[in-house]
């Protein structure tokens, strides 16, 4: 039995890669390398580059290395993107992934899980959130995540094949051993932010509002550890592997930290106090929105890596050694 890992070579993906491989599970990646990179994925693990909408690629995949699982990680990810160019999110997200489980269903695949995120509640004016929490997206990245689990409830129901959908909160951190961690040069998570700001590669950074309904005004997340996350993709796939019915599960600590207390927490253990300016509301930010986990944590879901200070600790060694290791990359000569 193989898992097919699509997006093998992003940030999440090369974690889960990662986690599968030292389980000694058989692995292939499947990925395009538009925010992927090749030195991402061991040399031991197979790579197909090509895209998730190649249906005649995929099935060549699925049937060579008899596929009984995929991990579907593969998708486009920045919310204000997608609200300029919201086609691309839907062809990626939802019409790409409409054409992955299509191959899925022709090729006996028996388990898909599915990248999902807490953006399909959109603004929920509740303390946690449970996965019975209306579903309102409210930009066209969550949108196109949610249109993708609707598929999958159908044709779970239609075909043989189950599903977990996880709805991540926000993910953080690096693998503790230092193979992968988030590389996108541009991203624009508030913990890669902060760290390269502390280590001088932007100048100042910017707070997108301090005059929410929050305790000190700030908007609250739920970070996870990028480790913890992958974990619950290992127990949701052991779950549907038992025969267990398909799932739609939050994947959080359930508990929440504002945009200052990170931003204290990169400062505190950088040992840098750098520049920040407090700027207007970023459109479409929830003031709140931190898990309840009870649904993963049923799945036998424990974390192990919660505290915050790690997990900034970790992105900040990753950040470090990023410089170097895009400039040895093959990728960056090609680019
Ligand atoms: N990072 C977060 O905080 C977060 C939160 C919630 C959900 N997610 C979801 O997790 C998944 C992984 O996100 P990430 O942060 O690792 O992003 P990423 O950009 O680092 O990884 C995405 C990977 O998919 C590949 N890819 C994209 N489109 C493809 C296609 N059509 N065919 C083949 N490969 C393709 C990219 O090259 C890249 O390697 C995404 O589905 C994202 O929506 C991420
Ligand atoms: O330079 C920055 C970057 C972010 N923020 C704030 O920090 C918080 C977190 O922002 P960010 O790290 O961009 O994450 P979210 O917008 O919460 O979205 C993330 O988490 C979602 C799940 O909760 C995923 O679906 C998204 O892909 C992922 O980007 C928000 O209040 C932002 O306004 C700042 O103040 N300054």
Redesign the pocket.
Same mark, same amino acid.
């Given at each position: 039995m193989t898992v097919l890992i699509t997006g093998g070579a992003g940030y999440i993906g090369s974690h889960m890669v990662l986690e599968l491989a030292d389980q000694g599970e058989d692995v292939v990646v499947l990925d395009n390398l538009s925010t992927g990179f090749r030195w991402a994925v061991p040399d031991n693990v197979p790579l197909v580059v090509g895209d998730i909408g190649d249906r005649e690629l995929v099935m060549q995949t699925l049937r060579r290395h008899k596929v009984d699982a995929i991990l579907h990680f593969a998708a486009n !990810?920045v $919310?204000p993107d997608s609200i300029s160019d919201p086609l691309r999110y839907y062809e990626n997200n939802a019409a790409n992934a409409r054409s992955l489980i299509a191959s899925a269903v022709a090729c006996d695949v028996s388990h898909f899980v599915f990248s999902s995120?807490?953006?399909v509640y959109g603004e929920p004016q509740i303390e946690y959130v449970s996965e019975e929490t209306p579903t309102e997206p409210i930009n066209p990245?969550g949108r196109s995540k949610l249109m993708v689990e609707w598929m999958l409830q159908d044709v779970s129901r239609a075909h043989a094949i189950s599903h977990a959908a996880l709805r991540? &909160?926000?993910v953080a951190g690096a693998d503790p051993k230092g193979r992968t961690g988030q590389s996108t040069p541009n991203a624009?998570?508030?913990i890669k $932010?902060a760290v390269q700001t502390a280590l001088g590669m932007r100048k100042r950074?910017? !707070? &997108?509002?301090t005059d929410y309904p929050t305790e000190d005004g700030s908007?609250v997340?739920d970070y996870i550890h990028v480790t913890d996350l992958v974990r619950a993709h290992v127990n949701a796939l052991a779950h549907l592997r038992n025969g267990g019915d398909s799932v739609t599960c939050n994947v959080g600590y359930s508990r929440g930290y504002s $945009?200052l207390e990170v931003i204290e927490m990169v400062k505190k253990v950088s040992g840098v106090d750098f520049e920040v300016e407090v700027s207007g509301r970023?459109d479409g930010?929830p003031a709140r929105?931190v898990s309840s986990n009870a649904r993963i944590r049923a799945l036998g879901w424990r974390p192990a890596n919660q505290d915050l200070e790690q997990i900034v600790r970790q992105a900040i060694d990753w950040e470090r050694g990023l410089d170097e290791k895009l400039l040895r990359s093959s990728d960056l000569l090609v680019a």
């Amino acid at each position: 039995m193989t898992v097919l890992i699509t997006g093998g070579a992003g940030y999440i993906g090369s974690h889960m890669v990662l986690e599968l491989a030292d389980q000694g599970e058989d692995v292939v990646v499947l990925d395009n390398l538009s925010t992927g990179f090749r030195w991402a994925v061991p040399d031991n693990v197979p790579l197909v580059v090509g895209d998730i909408g190649d249906r005649e690629l995929v099935m060549q995949t699925l049937r060579r290395h008899k596929v009984d699982a995929i991990l579907h990680f593969a998708a486009n !990810i920045v $919310v204000p993107d997608s609200i300029s160019d919201p086609l691309r999110y839907y062809e990626n997200n939802a019409a790409n992934a409409r054409s992955l489980i299509a191959s899925a269903v022709a090729c006996d695949v028996s388990h898909f899980v599915f990248s999902s995120t807490a953006a399909v509640y959109g603004e929920p004016q509740i303390e946690y959130v449970s996965e019975e929490t209306p579903t309102e997206p409210i930009n066209p990245y969550g949108r196109s995540k949610l249109m993708v689990e609707w598929m999958l409830q159908d044709v779970s129901r239609a075909h043989a094949i189950s599903h977990a959908a996880l709805r991540y &909160f926000n993910v953080a951190g690096a693998d503790p051993k230092g193979r992968t961690g988030q590389s996108t040069p541009n991203a624009t998570h508030l913990i890669k $932010v902060a760290v390269q700001t502390a280590l001088g590669m932007r100048k100042r950074m910017q !707070i &997108f509002g301090t005059d929410y309904p929050t305790e000190d005004g700030s908007c609250v997340r739920d970070y996870i550890h990028v480790t913890d996350l992958v974990r619950a993709h290992v127990n949701a796939l052991a779950h549907l592997r038992n025969g267990g019915d398909s799932v739609t599960c939050n994947v959080g600590y359930s508990r929440g930290y504002s $945009v200052l207390e990170v931003i204290e927490m990169v400062k505190k253990v950088s040992g840098v106090d750098f520049e920040v300016e407090v700027s207007g509301r970023r459109d479409g930010d929830p003031a709140r929105i931190v898990s309840s986990n009870a649904r993963i944590r049923a799945l036998g879901w424990r974390p192990a890596n919660q505290d915050l200070e790690q997990i900034v600790r970790q992105a900040i060694d990753w950040e470090r050694g990023l410089d170097e290791k895009l400039l040895r990359s093959s990728d960056l000569l090609v680019a």
